[in-house]
């Protein structure tokens, strides 16, 4: 599987941007997909993944502003980003994996970066104050 993203660049504070994920190759059962960032010194972080249309998980510091979807038919994912924040500014990274969902309620319960299989490059996201 190969993941390749989209979109990052320079938005101002109050701004949007939408970020792509386009996977290919064994795309059938990638169940897990999701965006993480990561700035320098520190570890790669949640932003969002999904599972379908009904189950989406947020890191608090996105929710309300982030929105996280995806096309199964074209294999991408995408990240909705508005009133983006200078704290926003970081890599962002596509991630993917195969393994089952586990899931309570609507809570995922692998988000770590370290369980995702697949990764994309990282796209740079500056957020100017």
């Known amino acids: 599987v190969q993941l390749q993203a989209s979109g990052g660049g320079l938005a101002p504070a109050g701004g949007s941007l939408r970020l792509s994920c386009a996977a290919s190759?064994?795309?059938?059962?990638?169940?897990?997909m999701g965006w993480y960032r990561q700035v320098p010194g520190k570890q790669r972080e949640l932003v969002a993944i999904?599972?379908?249309?009904?189950?989406?998980n947020y890191a608090d510091s996105v929710k309300g502003r982030f929105t996280i979807s995806r096309d199964n038919a074209k294999n991408t994912v995408y990240l909705q980003m508005n009133n983006l924040k200078p704290e926003d500014t970081a890599v962002y990274y596509c991630?993917?994996?195969?393994?089952?969902?586990?899931?309570?309620?609507?809570?995922?319960?692998?988000?770590?970066?370290?369980?995702?299989?697949?990764w994309g490059k990282g796209t740079l996201v500056t957020v100017s104050s």
């Open positions: 991630a993917a994996d195969a393994a089952p969902a586990r899931v309570i309620d609507t809570l995922v319960i692998d988000t770590t970066a370290d369980a995702r299989d697949y």
């Open positions: 999904i599972i379908s249309s009904d189950i989406t």
């Open positions: 190759g064994n795309t059938v059962s990638l169940n897990h």
